[in-house]
Structures are given as structure tokens and as C-alpha cells.
T-cell receptor
């Protein structure tokens, strides 16, 4: 089956800890995206990547980092600098220039 | 960067037609207008996309006037399972960033 997978489904972070959220796609899409969603709110763009080894900051990149070493993978690290990380994180992919994005099931991050 | 504007919430009853309108005054000339559906704790799901006039698929219709400053998603004969948040979005400039607003929370009652 083609699609986007995210893991884990739930993730717990301790104070001062960095955590990494996984996103993998087998749709052969060039572009990948990370969004953050807070309760009752829309999606906000954290980072996006249009091609391997290249990525751009979105609207709320502070406290986050990404890498794009492979076309199918776009992991997101939530660093200790992100003071309010509790949220639902969504990964998406598309072909550049297309508005249709395909989303993964999401990872819910909670702070202990 | 311009955003989309939608009603915060709408109520309906099973079997009714629901129309959700979105304004996007500054949408780029070449951009399509796309609508997504999201259930709680799930990723958004693509519903329909159009450029102008009317587009219809198996789940919805999309009406876009000639000036393209707004669009209307039409859901025929809604059921309880259509209760969700609906987002319209477009790319508001030449970047690859899509603009998600707060969406419209549709509640379908029995």
C-alpha cells in the first residue's frame, strides 16, 4: 500500500529532552512537510522540504529541526528549546507545485 | 500573507445539503482551491479541488465564481459520519506553503 507513515502514535517528552518524530512515505513525492496542530486550531507549518538535502523554515520553526537525507524520509526533532511542544504533529507529502497534500496519521506529543 | 476565511462552525441534520463558503481574496492566479476534511486525531483527507466554475466528485461539489475570491463546498445529503472539520486552502503566494485556517466545524445531528 502506498502512503505516509508516522511513528510513534504517542510520544512523551521529559523536560530538557530532545525527541524525534518519524515520517516515511512511499509515494515517490519530492516535497514533504511538517505541521503542528493545537487543540481546536488549524495546521501551522513548521518546516518543508522540496527536494532531498534541502529544507525551508515554515511559520513556527523555532525549537524544531529537520533533515532530508533520503527522499522517503523527513524526521522532525523537537528540541529542548521548544518550550511548549505539546501538540498533534502531522507530516504530509506532495509533488512540488501541487496543492494536494497527503497526510500521515499524526503523532501526539505530550510533556511529562 | 493572506489567509482563508471560513465560518467557525455549522450545524446540520442528516439528509440535508450543507454549503460551506470560504473567502480567499488574494489567491494566486494559477492556484487551485482545495478542500480537506479532518476527523479528530487524524490527518486531513483530500476532498475536492478546482480552479473555476464547478467541480463534482463522488462526495462533494465545489463552486468557484469567476473572480475566484471565494469558493463553496457543497455536501449533498450529509450523514452523521460527515461530522468533521473542513478546511479550504490555497497557496497564497509563489511559495510552497499552504495556508490552513481554523476550518469549519460541521456537526451533523440525527
Amino acid at each position: 500500500d502506498g502512503g505516509i507513515t508516522q511513528s510513534p502514535k504517542y510520544l512523551f517528552r521529559k523536560e530538557g529532552q530532545n525527541v524525534t518524530l518519524s515520517c516515511e512515505q512511499n509515494l515517490n513525492h519530492d516535497a514533504m512537510y511538517w505541521y503542528r496542530q493545537d487543540p481546536g486550531q488549524g495546521l501551522r507549518l513548521i518546516y518543508y522540504s522540496q527536494i532531498v538535502n534541502d529544507f525551508q523554515k515554515g511559520d513556527i520553526a523555532e525549537g524544531y529541526s529537520v533533515s532530508r537525507e533520503k527522499k522517503e524520509s523527513f524526521p522532525l526533532t523537537v528540541t529542548s528549546a521548544q518550550k511548549n511542544p505539546t501538540a498533534f504533529y502531522l507530516c504530509a507529502s506532495s509533488n512540488p507545485g501541487q496543492e494536494t497534500q497527503y497526510f500521515g496519521p499524526g503523532t501526539r506529543l505530550l510533556v511529562l | 500573507l493572506a489567509k482563508t476565511t471560513q465560518p467557525i462552525s455549522m450545524d446540520s441534520y442528516e439528509g440535508q445539503e450543507v454549503n460551506i463558503t470560504c473567502s480567499h481574496n488574494n489567491i494566486a492566479t494559477n492556484d487551485y482551491i482545495t478542500w480537506y476534511q479532518q476527523f479528530p486525531s487524524q490527518g486531513p483527507r483530500f476532498i475536492i479541488q478546482g480552479y473555476k466554475t464547478k467541480v463534482t466528485n463522488e462526495v462533494a461539489s465545489l463552486f468557484i465564481p469567476a473572480d475566484r475570491k471565494s469558493s463553496t463546498l457543497s455536501l449533498p445529503r450529509v450523514s452523521l459520519s460527515d461530522t468533521a472539520v473542513y478546511y479550504c486552502l490555497g497557496r497564497m503566494d509563489s511559495s510552497y506553503k499552504l495556508i490552513f485556517g481554523s476550518g469549519t466545524r460541521l456537526l451533523v445531528r440525527p
